[in-house]
């Protein structure tokens, strides 16, 4: 096994030994690379400034998405090609997209602009007419505090029509796809300061260092433990990364149930439940953002175990099970039952989760999520919900209701459903639901407090009664 990381930047080829295993890329480029153009502002993947891209071998190309660099850990990239802001045009002459920054005045003090220049040049290299809103949609992960945003959008819609070498002319993919998809499946094992950072080539491997070790943390994407190692001080003993265990990639329809691999990252699932399940599409769409859900996983964000997750309520109202497996094998879990206690999870020692088997809620049962939180995009929630039933013969029937950020784990609110289930869709049955909400207790933190939260979960059951009227779900 390699006891070095393998990985490309702008097109030339780097090996990383172990004690830069453990440095955050953004540190790694600054500092180890030179490569200063990427910037570190809040280290908590909130603001964008550090964002590069990372390609990944996928059917002989290699496939760019925009992540945060100051929560990725040099590691976490054996086998992938990082573009730097140096690296997104030819040298001594801008891409479209920086000219047009230059064009339309996109950059004051600047600090924030290499970001903007390289989640723009994500976007610019999907090659089709995209709208002001998905401008919008595509730089929610990024902050600007002195240009203003208009200036910055506009010069987004005006890098469309102008020619820019696209990145595989930069950099053609086969050489360097070929190269990485050489060196990936090997996985590494590096050791420094008494730490040790170990990529699983398979899943047995994996299994066997997680019984080994049984203190191990398991790096998926990082945007959880990134925050925690660079403003926690979180310095674990031993890593594992399981992103090269190609089986844990996968993202399919089994039947009835979508099966999602512990290594999909939130942006595939959101584009695979577009149409099979709009609200989560829809939920997906304001989590965290693009550089967020490039890198973060469904697994992770079950594991993670937040009571304020924004995937949790939808999994309980959807009966969806955690695949746990050991080396002893595996077994399902119901997520409603996988909650012990505050982050406290029915996953043993030796256990990781492998998938997330979710049953497809059909199209005509009714389905509505809800996420509360101060501001709309990239923000963690002061509440969520999540509401499934089926309206038949004026009558609902199999009605399932989770709260989430009202209790140490998200819960299933009984009380509720009991009011509910069975009875007609009126507005009487709704308020007497509503009350039944209000039986919860709440704390109170810097998202709001405990009345503030009582009074979101009785809203909430209102807010549906009239949503479900407004389309027509229910007569009145
Ligand atoms: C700026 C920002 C915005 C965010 N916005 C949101 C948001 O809107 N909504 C939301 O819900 N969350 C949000 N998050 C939190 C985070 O992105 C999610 O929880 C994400 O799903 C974590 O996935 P990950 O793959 O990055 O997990 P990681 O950080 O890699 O891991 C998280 C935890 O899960 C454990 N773990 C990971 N994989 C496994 C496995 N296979 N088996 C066992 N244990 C495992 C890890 O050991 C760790 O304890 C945000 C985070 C940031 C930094
Ligand atoms: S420095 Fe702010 S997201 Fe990385
Ligand atoms: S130009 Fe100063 S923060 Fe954006």
């Known amino acids: 096994?390699?006891?070095?990381?393998?990985?490309?930047?702008?097109?030339?080829?780097?090996?990383?030994?172990?004690?830069?295993?453990?440095?955050?890329?953004?540190?790694?480029?600054?500092?180890e690379q030179h490569a200063t153009g990427t910037k570190v502002v809040c280290e908590e993947g909130d603001c964008g400034a550090c964002t590069v891209l990372v390609g990944r071998p996928r059917d002989g190309r290699l496939e760019y998405q925009a992540v945060n660099s100051c929560i990725q850990l040099v590691g976490q990239l054996d086998g992938t090609h990082v573009i730097s802001v140096e690296g997104v045009s030819t040298p001594g002459q801008l891409s479209a997209v920086q000219q047009s920054m230059v064009d339309h005045h996109?950059?004051?003090?600047?600090?924030?602009?290499?970001?903007?220049?390289?989640?723009?040049?994500?976007?610019?290299?999907?090659?089709?007419?995209?709208?002001?809103?998905?401008?919008?949609?595509?730089?929610?992960?990024?902050?600007?505090?002195?240009?203003?945003?208009v200036s910055?959008?506009?010069?987004?819609?005006?890098?469309?029509?102008?020619?820019?070498?696209?990145?595989?002319?930069?950099?053609?993919?086969?050489?360097?796809?070929?190269?990485?998809?050489?060196?990936?499946?090997?996985?590494?094992?590096?050791?420094?300061?008494?730490?040790?950072?170990?990529?699983?080539?398979?899943?047995?491997?994996?299994?066997?260092?997680?019984?080994?070790?049984?203190?191990?943390?398991?790096?998926?994407?990082g945007t959880d433990l990134g925050v925690q190692a660079n403003k926690r001080g979180l310095m674990p003993e031993a890593l594992m990364t399981i992103?090269?265990?190609?089986?844990?990639?996968?993202?399919?329809?089994?039947?009835?149930?979508l099966v999602v691999g512990a290594n999909v990252s939130l942006s595939r699932l959101m584009e695979a439940v577009r149409k099979s399940i709009p609200e989560l599409h829809k939920i997906l769409g304001v989590f965290g953002a693009p550089q967020i859900r490039n890198a973060g996983t469904l697994a992770g964000n079950i594991a993670?175990?937040?009571?304020?997750?924004?995937?949790?309520?939808?999994?309980?109202?959807?009966?969806?099970?955690?695949?746990a497996t050991s080396l002893r094998g595996s077994r399902q879990i119901d997520i409603n039952d996988f909650y012990l206690g505050?982050?406290?999870?029915?996953?043993?020692?030796?256990?990781?989760?492998?998938?997330?088997?979710?049953?497809?809620?059909?199209?005509?049962?009714?389905?509505?999520?809800?996420?509360?939180?101060?501001r709309r995009d990239l923000d963690i929630s002061a509440f969520t919900a999540a509401f499934r039933m089926r309206i038949d013969g004026g009558r609902m029937k199999d009605v399932k209701v989770a709260f989430g950020g009202v209790a140490p784990t998200v819960i299933r609110m009984p009380k509720v459903e009991a009011i509910l289930e069975g009875s007609s869709p009126d507005e009487e049955t709704f308020l007497r639901a509503a009350e039944a909400a209000k039986e919860i207790a709440p704390i109170t933190d810097v998202r709001g407090s405990a009345g503030y939260r009582l009074l979101l979960a009785e809203n909430i059951v209102k807010k549906l009664y009239l949503e479900l009227r407004i389309e027509k779900s229910i007569s009145g």
């Not at 390699?2 to 004690?19: D, F, I, Q, W």
């Not at 030796?350 to 999520?369: A, G, M, Q, Y």
């Open 1 to 31: 096994m390699r006891e070095t990381v393998h990985l490309y930047l702008n097109g030339a080829p780097k090996v990383a030994n172990a004690e830069e295993a453990f440095l955050t890329l953004s540190t790694w480029l600054r500092r």
């Open 106 to 149: 996109g950059a004051q003090c600047g600090y924030c602009t290499p970001g903007f220049i390289v989640a723009m040049t994500a976007l610019a290299e999907e090659r089709r007419d995209y709208s002001a809103k998905e401008v919008k949609e595509a730089l929610t992960g990024n902050l600007c505090r002195c240009t203003g945003y």
């Open 152 to 221: 910055i959008i506009e010069a987004a819609l005006a890098a469309k029509t102008m020619e820019s070498p696209s990145l595989d002319e930069l950099y053609p993919p086969a050489p360097i796809a070929e190269a990485l998809s050489d060196v990936r499946p090997g996985g590494f094992s590096v050791a420094a300061n008494g730490r040790r950072f170990f990529a699983a080539a398979t899943l047995e491997d994996a299994l066997r260092f997680r019984k080994d070790n049984p203190n191990c943390v398991i790096l998926q994407g």
């Open 243 to 257: 992103s090269a265990v190609e089986s844990l990639h996968i993202l399919a329809m089994h039947g009835n149930e």
């Open 304 to 323: 993670n175990g937040s009571p304020i997750a924004d995937t949790l309520p939808f999994l309980f109202v959807a009966g969806a099970k955690i695949e």
């Open 342 to 374: 505050y982050k406290k999870l029915d996953l043993k020692g030796d256990e990781l989760i492998t998938r997330v088997i979710i049953p497809i809620p059909s199209l005509d049962e009714t389905l509505k999520l809800y996420k509360v939180s101060r």
